[in-house]
């Protein structure tokens, strides 16, 4: 069975940093590709960012380029998504989502098969 489960969520200052981590069970990184997405209150859901299980190739939204990195530790079966100089804006429940298209069409932004629970992520000023 495919499962994700996010954790690293919590409460950080506007300027700082933050690492959240999807742990992967049932597949492999070079199985499926992964996406991570994040919804506000009242606000429709955003994809942050995806990496391919082709070769790795990882593609982002345009409001965390150059801020936000996805990266894969095979060892662990664990997908982080690094996240520096947070904004206000950026506070929402952040999820991951396997079993995608991550190309840089764009076509991933639809989402997933599988998601996880979520992790809330709060950016204060």
């Known amino acids: 069975e495919v499962q994700l489960v996010e954790s690293g969520g919590g409460l950080v200052q506007a300027g700082g940093s933050l690492r959240l981590s999807c742990a992967a069970s049932?597949?492999?990184?070079?199985?499926?590709?992964i996406a991570w997405f994040r919804q506000a209150p009242g606000k429709d859901r955003e994809g942050v960012g995806c990496i391919s299980s082709r070769d790795s190739s990882t593609y982002y939204g345009d409001s965390v380029k150059g801020r936000f990195t996805i990266s894969t530790d095979n060892a662990k079966n664990t997908v982080h998504l690094q996240m520096n100089s947070l904004r206000e804006e950026d506070t929402a429940v952040y999820y991951c989502a396997a079993d995608l298209f991550c190309s840089g069409t764009g076509y991933w932004r639809r989402g997933g098969r599988v998601w996880g629970q979520g992790t809330q992520v709060t950016v204060s000023s």
């Open positions: 049932g597949f492999t990184f070079d199985e499926l590709s």
